[in-house]
């Protein structure tokens, strides 16, 4: 009997469509789903007239698989993932591989790795991006776990991931649960980029009275542009067009309730961030506009009760010129989401000792993900010519950017305040730029404070050691 090469546990959307791209690079599969006749349905339909075959149970699924067994686990994170580890290890074999490529919390994944590498199983937490579609065509993937346990699933994963010029979009990312560790901060950008984009949607909508066919071509001009250039603005633009099925007078986004869930990864990316001092505010703003949108009901009510300052006008600029001064805006708090998820990469790398190379994560990044974007190239060039850089905003064409652009931002931000409308990755950015410039900021009174009650005690600028005032005699 031939034995397939790759082995698929779990059928949902992201499963069914990486075990095609599977069988499509030419790798003979087996599957296995909880609920089989979900098996059989989609043997019956996508995966029909394909070297694709179905396992009644584990030892069925075990025993049809070539060794050392390469096995997907794409289930839902968390007890699931122990779950089905402990129903598949009385079957598994030294050498053969389990891959988590869920949303698994990093932690969980290092525990995961100690406990199957322990019994001579690979395991690896693999991040996946790219949704439906990017699983089914060449999906960003960020594989961690042993070097061993990668190269042994190396070919595979190459063959199945986007491809860009520099190569696949998939690498060794590091050991432990460092794989799950890049995808969480992954996510913890594109929360940013998605509240931004929102933001700027909103400033036209509302500041500019514009409709959204004329806020769609302004999403449209600027993923021309290389500073925004990426898949998220691309599918604003789309959204933006999409009329309502009920009702071809109206835009489908006008019609959309405005609650925003956050699964983990998101709030996971600002809790690391918090434990190991890392500043992500343009990240921190995007969950907590989450948390904010959805109080609908508490929103609703304080509407009626507290008001904002009265309107003023604000030019932004013209649609055909793409509305320079927002455009500033939207373009710093971008970069910023991604200088401060890579600086979280950085401090995370060192702490937990992954040893992350910086300019292979932004490569792998640049194709079949979420945050693919133009910007990655030049995030990629940052990280190789300086191995030391430990802000993307320094890098100098990062650094000319922030310094053209900072004026449209900070009027932007002065105009919505001014006007009542709320930008929260908008401000944070340019609380977060101009905290970061800023040589000498107002902490020397925190500490005085602190002395003061506490006897905390403080460092001099002038002098080498810890002092201690006695402020209140
Ligand atoms: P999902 O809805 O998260 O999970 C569905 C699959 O999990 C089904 O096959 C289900 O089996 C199985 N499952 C749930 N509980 C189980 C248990 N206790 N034991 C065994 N199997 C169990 O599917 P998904 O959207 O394809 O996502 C899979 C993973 O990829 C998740 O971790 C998700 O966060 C991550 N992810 C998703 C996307 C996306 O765009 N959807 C993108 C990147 C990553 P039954 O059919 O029997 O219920």
């Not at 996971?268 to 918090?274: E, N, P």
């Amino acid at each position: 009997m031939t034995r397939a090469h790759f082995g698929l546990i779990g059928l949902g959307v992201m499963g069914e469509n990486l075990v095609l791209n599977a069988e499509r690079n030419g790798f003979s599969s087996v599957v296995f789903n909880r609920t089989y006749s979900k098996t059989q349905e989609f043997l019956s339909t996508l995966g029909s007239g394909k070297k694709i075959e179905g396992a009644t149970d584990l030892e069925d699924f075990i025993n049809k698989l070539e060794r050392p067994r390469r096995i997907l686990m794409m289930i839902k994170a968390g007890p699931a993932i122990d779950s089905v580890i402990e129903q598949i290890s009385p079957y598994l074999e030294q050498g053969d591989l389990l891959i988590d490529g869920g949303n698994s919390e990093f932690r969980d994944t290092e525990r995961r790795v100690a406990q199957l590498e322990r019994k001579s199983f690979g395991y690896i937490g693999m991040g996946v991006s790219g949704g439906a579609k990017g699983a089914l065509e060449g999906p960003s993937m960020m594989p961690g776990g042993t070097k061993a346990s990668y190269e042994a699933i190396e070919s595979l994963v190459s063959k199945m991931a986007a491809q860009v010029e520099d190569g696949p979009c998939v690498t060794y990312v590091g050991p432990g649960g460092s794989g799950h560790f890049v995808k969480t901060v992954h996510n913890g950008i594109e929360y940013g980029i998605e509240q931004i984009l929102a933001e700027a949607y909103d400033l036209m909508k509302r500041l500019a009275g514009m409709n959204g066919n004329e806020i769609a071509d302004v999403f449209g001009i600027w993923n021309a542009t290389e500073e925004l250039s990426s898949y998220l603005v691309e599918i604003t633009e789309v959204c933006l067009r999409q009329k309502d099925p009920f009702d071809q007078e109206t835009g489908l986004v006008e019609k959309i309730m405005d609650k925003a869930g956050q699964k983990g990864t998101g709030l996971w990316t600002v809790v690391s961030a918090l434990e190991l001092g890392a500043s992500v505010p343009t990240i921190y703003a995007s969950l907590n506009g989450r948390v904010m949108s959805s109080m609908k009901d508490q929103r609703m009510l304080a509407e009626s009760i507290l008001k904002g300052p009265k309107s003023i006008s604000f030019d932004m600029g013209s649609i055909e010129q793409g509305m320079p001064l927002l455009m500033d805006a939207v373009v710093l708090a971008t970069m910023a989401s991604y200088a401060q998820g890579m600086e979280l990469l950085r401090i995370a790398s060192d702490e937990y000792q992954y040893n992350l190379h910086l300019p292979s994560i932004a490569q792998i990044w640049k194709g079949g993900c979420i945050i693919r974007s133009r910007l990655l190239k030049r995030i990629q060039d940052a990280f190789n010519s300086n191995p030391q850089l430990v802000n993307l905003l320094i890098d100098p064409w990062f650094a000319d950017q922030v310094n053209c652009r900072i004026l449209g931002l900070s009027k932007v931000v002065a105009a919505a305040a001014e006007n009542g409308v709320p930008v929260p990755c908008l401000s944070s950015t340019l609380d977060y730029i101009n905290s970061y410039r800023t040589g000498r900021l107002p902490q020397n009174l925190v500490q005085a404070m602190r002395d003061c009650f506490g006897s905390h005690t403080y460092e001099r600028i002038d002098k080498h050691g810890s002092f201690h005032t006695e402020w209140l005699d």
